[in-house]
């Protein structure tokens, strides 16, 4: 069987992690997204199933001791996880599968994936790290600070990773990210402009 590609998106929250995310998946198909379990509640606008799996701190608990999460850890007083069978399923059918987390669970799965892809986002500079994490508005300001001091722990693991990115223009991020990980365009899809 062909074995797929663990590709993982690490970085601060607010960094554009998802932003890049959802325009690489548009463009890649090939690219299977991975759906976290979070005992944080649900934004508005997210779609459960879609956006995360929303679980209790108990069920949370649950799928640990059960051995059913890949990598996870706590953020921001909530838990977040990768459901394991998914995923592993997934590659052994040789697909892309892709992972949006935090860097406690990205070095997770440096450490269990060797032949994993990790890529850290990093922000222009610091005011616009805390200029979009505001600007998403979708955060409470008690919250926000809790992830702007995560966020200066963050940076300093940027180059544990495989390669960085700079989300400064997004179209030059994608297009940076696309040759960081060896994308290639499918004949319908139309390339970013340059
Ligand atoms: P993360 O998933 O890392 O927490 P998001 O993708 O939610 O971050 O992005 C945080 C905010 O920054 C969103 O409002 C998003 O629209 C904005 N954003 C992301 N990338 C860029 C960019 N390159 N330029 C300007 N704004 C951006
Ligand atoms: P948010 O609450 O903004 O959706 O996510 C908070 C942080 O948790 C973000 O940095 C996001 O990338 C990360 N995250 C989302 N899902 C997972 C996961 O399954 N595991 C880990 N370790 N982090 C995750």
């Known amino acids: 069987m062909n074995e797929g590609r663990l590709i993982v998106l690490t970085g601060?929250?607010?960094?554009g992690k998802g932003?890049?995310?959802?325009?690489?998946?548009?463009?890649?198909?090939?690219?299977?997204?991975?759906v976290s379990l979070t005992t944080r509640a649900p934004r508005p606008g997210e779609i459960p199933g879609q956006s995360y799996i929303f679980v209790s701190r108990e069920e949370f608990q649950a799928a640990i001791q059960a051995g059913a999460l890949l990598e996870w850890a706590e953020y921001a007083d909530h838990y977040y996880g990768t459901p394991r069978q998914a995923v592993?399923?997934?590659?052994?059918?040789?697909?892309?599968?892709?992972?949006?987390?935090e860097v406690v669970g990205a070095r997770q799965i440096r450490q269990n994936f060797p032949q994993a892809r990790l890529i850290f986002i990093c922000p222009p500079t610091w005011a616009t790290l805390e200029q979009?994490?505001?600007?998403?508005?979708?955060?409470s300001e008690a919250a926000m600070q809790k992830r702007l001091e995560r966020a200066k722990q963050e940076l300093q693991a940027a180059p544990e990773f495989d390669a960085q990115v700079v989300n400064d223009n997004l179209e030059q991020a994608i297009h940076e990210l696309e040759i960081r990980l060896g994308l290639t365009y499918a004949d319908n899809v139309k390339p970013p402009q340059e």
Do not use: M, N
């Open 19 to 34: 932003t890049l995310l959802k325009h690489l998946c548009q463009r890649h198909p090939q690219l299977q997204v991975s």
């Open 88 to 101: 592993e399923q997934a590659l052994q059918q040789g697909k892309w599968v892709i992972l949006e987390i």
């Open 132 to 139: 979009r994490l505001r600007q998403r508005g979708q955060d």
């Open 12 to 15: 601060p929250s607010g960094v």
